[in-house]
Nanobody, 116 residues
Framework: QVHLVESGGGLVQAGGSLRLSCAAS????????IGWYRQPPEKQRGAVAV?????RASYVDSVKGRFTISRDSAGVYLQMNSLKPDDTAVYYC????????????WGQGTQVTVSS
């Protein structure tokens, strides 16, 4: 069973920073893709930043230059700087396991609220 546990969300003023952490009880050899999605109020969930098996990181355009994703054997992290009110959302840790048949797993989500 895969367990993803997020932490680090909260309320911050515009221009501030937060660091999200996701503890992932998974062997790194199984990970195809790992990263972060977010769901703003009344909008669909979308990718924010992900790291592929190759180690290559990808970001949605709106966070490039402000957010940095990283990972280690314990999990995946998202450093968020220069936060904007538009970054307000529930942030979800995501992992895709496997390379021929795949399985997706999600954390429970952590709320990030950026005040103007």
């Amino acid at each position: 069973q895969v367990h993803l546990v997020e932490s680090g969300g909260g309320l911050v003023q515009a221009g501030g920073s937060l660091r999200l952490s996701c503890a992932a009880s998974i062997s790194s050899d199984e990970i195809n893709l790992i990263g972060w999605y977010r769901q703003p109020p009344e909008k669909q969930r979308g990718a924010v930043a992900v790291i592929a098996y190759s180690g290559r990181a990808s970001y949605v355009d709106s966070v490039k230059g402000r957010f940095t994703i990283s990972r280690d054997s314990a999990g995946v992290y998202l450093q968020m700087n220069s936060l904007k009110p538009d970054d307000t959302a529930v942030y979800y840790c995501f992992v895709r396991l496997g390379f021929i048949t795949t399985e997706d797993y999600w954390g429970q989500g952590t709320q990030v609220t950026v005040s103007s």
